[in-house]
């Protein structure tokens, strides 16, 4: 098993430019997780999906920040227009319910720098 | 007040040297309870599941304490290779909207030394 796997690994974009950071899931695993991490507010749930449907996007910070899941296998987060206080380390999760509610396998994140 | 909360660090501990540290949270309709590890510019990884009557992993030893609202980690012996940060999580209670989100703590840093 490959892991949830996330791209790009390094991502530096200028203010105002549109990101989109992708996530591939655990095969067969039915929750998808996306955080954001940072010193200063450390790790925080953005949104998670459910069977590619979008259950609790309550983190999202601003509508800035949308996400989509358009099949099992693949997940997107998409930040337009970017701003430097997005910098920060996006990962991706996922789960399987049966598997108990604390394993949840991360990717290796995505590490974003807005300049 | 943050639903998990964690002394930062860091704690620094002598090789060999037993080190252990608390976690508090906030909601006390929570049901589940973990360790996360992450080591420098890595992802999180489950450590180990905390139960109530407490539970070992070898050198590694968790604690719930539901009336006081903690959990603790205590590692023995240590070794240079635990050095990292240690995430405490949370699980809220399962709702409607809700699957029983895992609310993370900022992580307590622990750097043994030799």
């Known amino acids: 098993d490959a892991g949830v796997i996330q791209s790009p690994r390094h991502e530096v974009t200028e203010m105002g430019q549109e990101v989109t950071l992708r996530c591939k899931p655990i095969s067969g695993h039915d929750y998808l997780f996306w955080y954001r991490q940072t010193m200063m507010r450390g790790l925080e749930l953005l949104i998670y999906?459910?069977?590619?449907?979008?259950?609790?996007d309550s983190g999202m910070p601003e509508d800035r920040f949308s996400a989509k899941m358009p099949n099992a296998s693949f997940s997107t987060l998409k930040i337009q227009p970017s701003e430097p206080r997005d910098s920060a380390v996006y990962f991706c999760?996922?789960?399987?319910?049966?598997?108990?509610?604390?394993?949840?396998?991360f990717g290796s994140g995505t590490r974003l720098t807005v300049v | 007040r943050k639903e998990v909360e964690q002394d930062p660090g860091p704690f620094n501990v002598p090789e060999g040297a037993t080190v252990a540290f608390n976690c508090t949270y906030s909601?006390?309709?929570?049901?589940?309870f973990f360790w996360y590890r992450q080591d420098c510019r890595k992802e999180p990884k489950l450590l180990m599941s905390v139960y109530s009557s407490g539970n070992e992993d070898g050198r590694f030893t968790a604690q719930l304490n539901r009336a006081s609202q903690y959990i603790s980690l205590l590692i023995r012996d240590s070794k240079l290779s635990d050095s990292a940060t240690y995430l405490c999580?949370?699980?809220?209670?399962?709702?409607?909207?809700?699957?029983?989100?895992?609310?993370f703590g900022a992580g307590t840093q622990v750097v043994v030394t030799p």
């Open positions: 999906f459910n069977n590619n449907v979008p259950i609790d």
């Open positions: 999580v949370v699980t809220s209670p399962p709702g409607v909207d809700s699957w029983g989100k895992l609310q």
């Open positions: 909601n006390s309709a929570s049901q589940s």
């Open positions: 999760a996922s789960s399987l319910i049966s598997q108990g509610q604390g394993e949840m396998p």
